[in-house]
């Protein structure tokens, strides 16, 4: 089956500056990158999410990059808010994004004022 | 729409007890899943539905575990006998097209 596997797990940064979170794949048939956000003690929340034959999308301070190639994706977010801190999720799935997805371990986030 | 709704918000049983967890997905969403997370693990799929019939259920981690799905509406994750390594936040989600929903997750502590 599909295995994901994300780093770091923690990642601390100073308020305004970049995060950046690294996931990879291993089944190159998957084709929908999800990327979810998880408050304390909240539910997992999408937050964006990109499709194989995409390489790139933004919304706002995030973006997400994928490279099929070497079946790696990344969570960009620039100019860092606190609101920003929390556990991010990676994910993969082979069949569109409503079928069985595979999620990384998490990374924590925490942005320092 | 309320969104995904689970029900109990927190649990703490006695080990050797049964748990039933409940969910009922947003209306329309024909998949349903069944997550589990832990520091340890992070978020495990246990188990998904769609359109009631379960598809896989690999990941459900013994005998102890069963779900249901008996319509569209509803969905129970049951454990028995439940026992303290089974203590985790489990999710439910729904689905359609794209993109899932999450619940606001189910706390369980066994005693």
């Known amino acids: 089956g599909e295995n994901v596997e994300q780093h770091p797990s923690t990642l601390s940064v100073q308020e305004g500056d970049s995060a950046v979170i690294k996931c990879t794949y291993s089944d190159s048939a998957s084709n929908y990158f999800p990327w979810y956000k998880q408050e304390l003690g909240k539910r997992p929340q999408l937050i964006i999410d990109?499709?194989?034959?995409?390489g790139e999308k933004k919304d706002q301070r995030i973006a997400v990059t994928l490279n099929k190639t070497a079946k790696h994706f990344s969570l960009h977010i620039t100019e860092t808010q606190p609101e920003d801190s929390a556990v991010y999720f990676c994910a993969a799935s082979l069949s569109g994004g409503y079928q069985k997805v595979t999620f990384g371990i998490g990374t924590k986030l925490q942005v320092i004022p | 729409d309320a969104g995904v709704i689970q029900s109990p918000r927190h649990e703490v049983t006695e080990m050797g007890q049964e748990v039933t967890l409940r969910c009922k997905p947003i209306s329309g969403h024909d998949y349903l899943f069944w997550y589990r997370q832990t520091m340890m693990r992070g978020l495990e799929l246990l188990i998904y539905f769609n359109n009631n019939v379960p598809i896989d259920d690999s990941g459900m981690p013994e005998d102890r575990f069963s779900a249901k799905m008996p319509n569209a509406s509803f969905s129970t994750l049951k454990i028995q006998p439940s026992e303290p390594r089974d203590s985790a936040v489990y999710f439910c989600?729904?689905?359609?097209?794209?993109?899932?929903?999450f619940g606001s997750g189910t706390r369980l502590t066994v005693v």
């Open positions: 990109i499709r194989s034959n995409v």
């Open positions: 989600a729904s689905s359609f097209r794209e993109g899932y929903t």
